[in-house]
């Protein structure tokens, strides 16, 4: 169930019967709404928003919901900036209270600040210490080069400490907008009682519009790359652009990507690449979607003497599926697959929570297991030859590669 207060944000609801409870707040804003001086900035702020209002320190604010053992977390991605939290149904008002309280009155102490740069070019040095997550920022800087949807959402530990309490508000001032935010929940509560608790805390927020326009992402043009890295094994990742969330072509392309080397053992590539001929430990396709557009990636770790042998199969696979159509059989048993993965994620309530404010936020609805479900079941042979002409063109394949 759905509800806008006056202010324009958006409530999302779904009631269970369990006692524990899941809450989050999901604004429209990250890495790419930042200006190349503020690159980091969005994921700077999910770190520092903990860290004191004008009526709690940081201490009162990580001990208000863990403190009676529930979780308070949050996560920044190239769009969006989401606070979630899990806790028992009881302290539903403790929750959305402390909610409007870092979302609204977080005052950024330049201490608390200088303490959490540190802990955030921790974070980029570890990151960086980690080749097989790596090399997807830097193939993603290959492909949107030049673009906000190209920078790291980390930053770099240059740019973070050049962070100050006043850039921290005044990119907030210019992003965080009220017709921007969706308030979801799972639990216990009655919706009524939902709506009122938000009204109490988020009622009085002043309506604000957010006129800033993304910059949308053009003219790509496929690149390689070349890096070697002072390790035993060799990494590499293929794509290529793809489809924007909105895009009709979305969900076909979601269940191809899911056929060819999503998380099931009986993927192509695990069963013709690393079933075969043992090439590989890693290898996976994945497919990430934007506002404005999207990007497919296939990933293989691999040794050093296999590596291009192991690009070349991942090729010939893609191939596949652009010279002919799927059998109906096999089509079928493609969608069993992926609707069983989706209800099996979706049982988890903390991941749907999270879903539904995305969904809301993005479409202005909640797409169900059940509408989602239909989508899939209608997808035809047709429609998976007709995506992976237009992503598995290898004349526009990108291609980076770390030599160990």
Known sequence: MMHKLSNGIRLVHRSTYSPVA?????????????????????????????????????????????????????????????????????????????FADIVFNSTFPEKELEKEKKVVIDEINSYEDNP?????????????????????????????????SEKVKSFIDRNYSTDKMVISTIGSIDFDKWIRLCEKYFGHIPAKSNTHKRSPFRDYKPREKELKRDTYQSHAIIGNVAFSYNNKNKVPFSLLTNIIGGPAMNSRLNLNIREKYGYTYTLESNYSSYSDTGIFTIYAGTDEKHIDKTISLIEKELDYFCDKPMSERTLNQAKLQLIGQLAIQFESNQNEVISMGKSVLNHNRIDTLALTNKAINEIKASEIQEVAKIVFDKNKYSLIKYIG
């Open 132 to 164: 097989a997550e790596l090399i997807y920022d830097d193939f993603e800087n290959l492909v949107f080069r030049n673009h906000g949807l190209g920078r790291l959402i980390l930053g770099t530990p240059k740019k973070v400490e050049a962070f100050t």
């Open 22 to 98: 899941h809450c989050a707040i999901t604004v429209n804003v990250g890495s790419r709404d930042e200006l190349v001086s503020e690159n980091g900035i969005a994921h700077f702020i999910e770190h520092c928003i903990f860290k004191g209002t004008q009526k709690r320190k940081s201490l009162h604010i990580l001990n208000r919901i863990d403190g009676v053992g529930g979780e308070l977390n949050a996560f920044t991605t190239k769009e969006e900036t989401c606070i979630y939290a899990t806790f028992l149904n009881s302290y539903y008002d403790r929750v959305i209270e402390l």
